[in-house]
């Protein structure tokens, strides 16, 4: 999973060195502490969010 981020920030010109912050989102209370009732697509068990600043 976090090679779809890698590739992102690649793509942007950074890289997983950059990131400063990652925010998860589960939809099973069960899987983490934090429980949302839906991601982008309903398949998705798992959302992560990465910050990246380039100095």
Do not use: C, N, W
Not at 9 to 26: C, E, F, M, N
Not at 28 to 47: F, H, T
């Amino acid at each position: 999973m976090l090679s779809i981020i890698e590739t992102a920030l690649r793509d942007a010109g950074s890289s997983l060195v950059a990131v400063v912050r990652t925010v998860t989102y589960v939809t099973d209370i069960k899987d983490a502490e934090l429980e949302v009732s839906a991601l982008l697509d309903p398949k998705m068990k798992v959302e992560i969010e990465a910050y990246a600043i380039e100095k």
